[in-house]
Structure formats: C-alpha cells, structure tokens
C-alpha cells in the first residue's frame, strides 16, 4: 500500500546530485555561453569569475588577444558577467587555462 502512495509524490530528477554536493566541496564553475542576435551575429557570455579577478583588466587582455569587442554587464544574481562579440567560447577557455586564472575542469563551455 505505500508503493502506491509514493506513486503521487513529484519526480525530481537532482534530488541525488544536491545530495552529493552538499556534503563535499563545491566548485565554482565558469560559464562560457554564446547566444543569438540577429542573422549571422553572435554574442558570448563569461559567467562565474571570482571576486578577486578584475574583470575589466581580463575584459582589456581579451579584447586586444582576441581582436573583438566586449563589455562587463552587472547583474544582480550572477554578479559580473562579461560579454564579448563573435564565438569566442573556445579561445576563451584556452585563454582562461593559459593564464592560470581557471583549471580546465572549472569551466563550462554551453552552446550549440
């Protein structure tokens, strides 16, 4: 009779992975998106820096390696995000990774 009602109770999918997180350390990953304007045009998105990196310095460095435009966006929820012109997700990891400032594992590449 109790198999029937949990039959009732909602399903969630990341009840175990919450579980498994909140014992151990958490890591803080940096996300890579890009996202759609219009036609060919392409923006993206680094999410999920620390506190103690300057954005606008790493924003300086990245624009002059990667010949491309970009702004720093402040957003309530996720603090500081920056925002670059084109697809520069991968040159941005391996730019992350090469300056020391994020391990290849901490970072999230999402897109297409």
Not at 3 to 21: G, I, Y
Not at 81 to 98: H, N, P, T, Y
């Given at each position: 009779m109790a198999d029937l009602?949990?039959?009732?109770?909602?399903?969630?999918?990341?009840?175990d992975v919450e579980e498994?997180?909140?014992?151990?350390?958490?890591?803080?990953?940096?996300?890579?998106?890009?996202?759609?304007?219009?036609?060919?045009?392409?923006?993206?998105?680094?999410?999920?820096?620390?506190?103690?990196?300057?954005?606008?310095?790493?924003?300086?460095?990245?624009?002059?390696?990667?010949?491309?435009?970009?702004?720093?966006?402040?957003?309530?929820?996720?603090?500081?995000?920056?925002?670059?012109?084109?697809?520069?997700?991968?040159?941005?990891?391996?730019?992350?990774?090469?300056?020391?400032?994020?391990?290849?594992?901490?970072?999230?590449?999402?897109?297409?």
């Amino acid at each position: 009779m109790a198999d029937l009602e949990d039959l009732n109770k909602p399903f969630d999918p990341f009840a175990d992975v919450e579980e498994e997180q909140g014992g151990g350390s958490t890591t803080n990953y940096l996300h890579l998106r890009i996202q759609q304007r219009n036609g060919r045009k392409t923006l993206t998105t680094l999410q999920g820096l620390p506190k103690e990196i300057d954005s606008k310095r790493l924003l300086k460095a990245v624009k002059k390696a990667f010949a491309c435009n970009g702004t720093v966006v402040e957003d309530e929820e996720h603090g500081e995000i920056i925002q670059m012109q084109g697809d520069q997700r991968m040159k941005m990891a391996e730019f992350l990774v090469s300056e020391g400032i994020a391990k290849k594992a901490e970072i999230k590449v999402h897109g297409f």
